[in-house]
């Protein structure tokens, strides 16, 4: 078969009945002009797991990412978080919701220490409103101190409290790409997005990113992740979910994925 002959393809689509699915898309469907981006994907992430999602260039991974955590606004479809439904929210609701996300390169916070842009994350804080400043001054103070606890412990936690007084824009991609994944982590999401993590990033980084994607996991985070580097995530990711021109072709254990003839086609046509 080849990729001429993909409109031949079984299109079987995700796994729709997990038991405690913490982030449901339900016919999420986006064109931008005559290019239709993301056609009709529905899927169910259960809660606990590390779900991969592959595909090759151009197969609306990114787009759904987007589509998911807010950034672009759906055509149809809907998402719901914790059966919430969020479709209509904004970036920021969808975070107070549970659904954080990474980006493939990270947001350097200009004129931010690495301390700094750790205390971003933490939402809603009660500092933010002036009128606490004056009302609440010591609940301030002790939220504040407890924040930069969680932050200066998950610091030393990926093994980075070395770099907390450096400018973040000094970081190398790698390092920021740790800092973006601890600051997501004190929000305590109910549900992770990872866009690419291990994107340009040296072999031992990379090792140490997925030792703590599995810690957080065993201590009962859930991923949804998408990363071009196969050996990565199919040592990872249980289950994968392949995306091929913007429709879902298959979910299934890396074992199953790696060796189904669809995949393969998808890749080998697809262009790289």
């Not at 807010?70 to 914790?82: A, K, P, R, T, W």
């Not at 254990?253 to 697809?270: E, H, K, T």
Request: hydrophobic share 35%.
């Amino acid at each position: 078969m080849t990729r001429g002959d993909s409109d031949s393809l079984t299109y079987e689509g995700a796994d729709l009945d997990k038991d405690d699915a913490v982030l449901r898309v339900e016919g999420l469907k986006k064109a931008f002009g005559g290019l239709v981006a993301t056609d009709d994907v529905s899927l169910e992430i259960e809660r606990g797991t590390i779900t991969g999602m592959i595909g090759p260039n151009g197969a609306g991974k990114s787009t759904l990412f987007n589509l998911i955590s807010g950034f672009y606004d759906e055509d149809e479809g809907s998402v719901l978080v914790n059966d919430v439904d969020v479709t209509d929210s904004e970036p920021h609701d969808r975070a107070r919701q549970g659904l954080i996300r990474t980006f493939q390169t990270p947001r350097r916070l200009e004129g931010m220490t690495v301390r700094e842009a750790m205390l971003v994350g933490p939402q809603p804080q009660t500092g933010e409103s002036i009128v606490s400043l004056f009302v609440s001054p010591s609940e301030v103070e002790r939220e504040e101190r407890r924040n930069l606890e969680r932050a200066e412990e998950l610091l030393e936690r990926f093994e980075i409290d070395h770099l907390i007084d450096q400018p973040s824009t000094d970081l190398s991609g790698g390092q920021l790409k740790l800092v973006e994944l601890a600051r997501a982590i004190t929000t305590d999401p109910d549900i992770l997005l990872l866009d690419e993590p291990v994107a340009g990033v040296n072999p031992t980084l990379a090792n140490d990113i997925k030792r703590f994607i599995r810690e957080l996991n065993e201590e009962g985070q859930t991923f949804l992740i998408i990363e071009h580097d196969m050996p990565f995530i199919m040592d990872l990711a249980d289950p994968v979910i392949v995306l091929d021109q913007g429709r879902v072709l298959m979910e299934g254990s890396p074992r199953q994925v790696r060796n189904d003839p669809r995949v393969i086609d998808a890749y080998l046509g697809g262009a790289e």
